[in-house]
């Protein structure tokens, strides 16, 4: 931290006086060799006696401006539907996986897991008639989506996907607004999609992901033509969050399998 | 507030709750206030924008992940919206006004709008370039570190501290014409 343009960057705290005495030491040691700065640290000195530093227009307003605030922002609050309340380790579960490096962990882990699931199954399937395979697939207590329903929702996935992915690589210019006038008609258009879709006979994983991508989609719906760049992180944080292009692209995986394990059961 | 009563409130501001959400918000209100203040000059729009701002952060909240403080995310919010605000001033006087020329660049409100005003400090940043008085206000004006103004803005801690110092030298300069002028 001692570098030439390192100290540049402390210049203001240190000629506003707001450093800390080894670090005032360590700038006022490089001053003594450094022409350019010292140059500019007068510059700055001069400036900050004429323009003093910190501005609070906020305090000259009376309690009751900030109370009529609160009130009126209170008032015009949307009401959240309830989301189940989690027990303590769950959320501290997921307050674990919400670190990156344990993501990591958590992400290696899961492949494993996947793995054996997958093995497991396609031993299962192996033998088994194959008649019982999609049965075998889905939870118990419900019923496997019939066909029809199949293609509509690996459809729906494959459309949800490509919006996602379009999102996430959506170029933007800081301070510009973002054109999402397309990605709004899509998403209602999937959002009747999704609501067909949930009043199918759907196992548990899939209506899960189907409830995950509309949160997505009525973000989007809901939002702007050009929406702004901190708009559109909101909308990316929470596909990253749902990790909704993976559990797509697994889901899709696991259809794949089954289509080939019920062709070759045919066959 | 500690870091981890603030994180309580947020997951329950998350989870619907109104009233942490006023009491998150009531920590954060007045700072979030100066800098829309800063950008507009005016009590009236200042408490727009940050009734505003207050309400997008709340639809916003659920994917809130904590990656930054929410004072960072609030002030993002808020700058935004008033650097819209600022924006659509201008291109309203440009429309209704004959013969108004915006500078390029500086995005400012016409001066006129000032005249009256007695606080030349105030009046001369509103006439820096936008980034430049949005730093100004962050860095000098609220008291915020290079590093929270980086994440504001989204730029480096060097792009923050070149527009620092160029905004306050132009405000030296301008602060000085204006006391000149006046006396």
């Not at chain 1, 958590?106 to 054996?116: I, P």
């Not at chain 1, 992915?165 to 006038?181: H, R």
Request: contains cysteine.
């Amino acid at each position: 931290m001692s570098s030439h343009r390192h100290i540049r960057l402390l210049l203001y705290d240190y000629a506003a006086g707001r450093l800390e005495r080894e670090r005032h030491t360590l700038v006022q040691r490089h001053l003594e060799g450094c022409a350019e700065c010292r140059e500019e640290s007068a510059e700055l000195r001069a400036i900050l006696e004429k323009i003093p530093v910190g501005s609070n227009p906020a305090a000259d307003l009376p309690p009751a401006f900030w109370q009529e605030l609160l009130h009126d922002v209170s008032a015009r609050l949307p009401v959240r539907p309830k989301r189940q309340i989690l027990p303590f380790w769950v959320s501290d579960w997921v307050e674990f996986i919400s670190v990156p490096r344990h993501q990591v962990i958590v992400g290696g882990a899961a492949v494993l897991v996947l793995c054996a699931i997958i093995s497991g199954t396609w031993f299962a399937f192996k033998q088994e008639p194959a008649h019982t395979q999609i049965a075998a697939a889905t939870p118990v207590g419900t019923k496997p989506p019939v066909p029809a329903v199949t293609t509509r929702l690996k459809d729906y996935l494959r459309r949800s996907k490509v919006l996602l992915v379009e999102l996430n690589n959506m170029p933007f210019e800081e301070g510009t607004d973002v054109d999402l006038s397309l990605e709004r008609t899509t998403s209602r258009a999937l959002l009747h999609e999704a609501r067909y879709l949930k009043d199918q006979p759907l196992d548990g994983r899939s209506a899960a992901l189907i409830s995950d991508l509309e949160k997505i989609q009525i973000a989007l719906a809901n939002s702007r033509e050009r929406e702004d760049v901190p708009g559109l992180r909101l909308i990316r944080g929470g596909i990253q969050e749902g990790n909704l292009l993976f559990k797509i692209r697994i889901a899709e995986t696991m259809f794949t399998r089954l289509e080939d394990e019920t062709q070759h059961a045919d066959h | 507030m500690p870091a981890a009563d603030e994180r309580q409130l947020i997951r329950q501001a998350q989870e619907g709750n109104h009233r942490a959400y006023r009491t998150l918000v009531e920590q954060h209100m007045k700072q979030a206030y100066n800098v829309a203040f800063g950008f507009v000059h005016d009590h009236e729009s200042a408490r727009d924008i940050l009734q505003e701002a207050l309400i997008k952060a709340y639809e916003a909240l659920p994917a809130f992940r904590g990656d930054a403080q929410f004072s960072t995310w609030l002030h993002r919010i808020v700058m935004n919206l008033s650097l819209n605000h600022v924006r659509a001033l201008s291109a309203r006087m440009k429309r209704e006004t004959p013969g108004f020329v915006d500078i390029p660049d500086l995005c400012h409100e016409p001066a006129f709008l000032h005249a009256d005003h007695k606080d030349h400090i105030e009046r001369a940043l509103h006439e820096l370039p936008t980034l430049q008085r949005a730093v100004v206000i962050l860095r000098h004006l609220e008291g915020l570190s290079t590093q929270e103004v980086g994440d504001i803005l989204h730029c480096s801690e060097g792009t923050v501290k070149t527009h620092l110092f160029r905004g306050l030298q132009k405000l030296r300069k301008r602060l000085a014409y204006l006391q000149e002028e006046t006396a």
